[in-house]
């Protein structure tokens, strides 16, 4: 079985349990929120795929906050985070648009190339979120009017923290997050201020 069949099998039968970084590089870095939503949302499988021959995940920058990262992973294996790397999935060789169709719970795009438009596919994923983040000079994908609307309360909610902000304008946090719009939306429901926040989503996503 290929690579990419094989990145295929996985997703289809664990996809909905799985945060999936859709290109994921050479290397792995900088992966703290991606932890953050995995146990936020309880998910199993970290899978990243890429284009490219190889995956590593030796990276020196793998987490932007050690200590924290280290802690959080305990308390969610329940003292055992080396169990994290046991459920980490590799496929390199992978392309995106291969994986049309096969639903993922969350979709991280991190730092993506310019003329990189995987909005087909990741709408077909059907992901609850869609975390999009390291942004300057790369591709922001554009999921507005597919089923999807960007969130300010969910990046609160499950404590994503830029990296690199570098901020254009004062209110820039370098990251998007997008809710497809039948997930968890009873706290902007039950709120007081939920007119207020519809008006926000219209507006912003």
Request: charged residues 25%; neutral net charge.
């Amino acid at each position: 079985m290929t690579i990419q069949n094989r990145a295929i099998a996985f997703l289809s039968e664990y996809g909905h349990t799985s945060l999936v970084n859709l290109g994921a590089g050479r290397l792995l870095n900088r992966i703290d929120n991606h932890i953050r939503l995995m146990t936020q949302l309880n998910l199993s499988y970290y899978v990243a795929i890429d284009c490219g021959p190889y995956i590593e995940l030796t990276s020196p920058n793998i987490f932007l906050d050690p200590d924290g990262m280290t802690e959080l992973l305990m308390a969610y294996y329940q003292g055992k985070p080396q169990k994290f790397w046991d459920e980490v999935k590799l496929f390199p060789n992978t392309w995106v648009e291969e994986l049309e169709g096969i639903h993922c719970a969350v979709v991280v795009c991190q730092r993506v190339y310019p003329d990189c438009r995987w909005e087909k596919a990741i709408v077909s994923m059907t992901p609850k979120l869609v975390l999009q983040e390291d942004l300057h000079g790369c591709e922001r994908q554009q999921l507005r009017g597919r089923g999807y609307v960007r969130t300010w309360t969910k990046i609160h909610q499950y404590g994503l923290q830029p990296f690199r902000p570098l901020p254009l304008f004062p209110w820039e946090r370098n990251l998007i997050l997008w809710r497809r719009r039948d997930f968890a939306d009873d706290e902007i429901q039950a709120s007081r201020w939920r007119v207020f926040w519809r008006l926000c989503e219209w507006f912003i996503g």
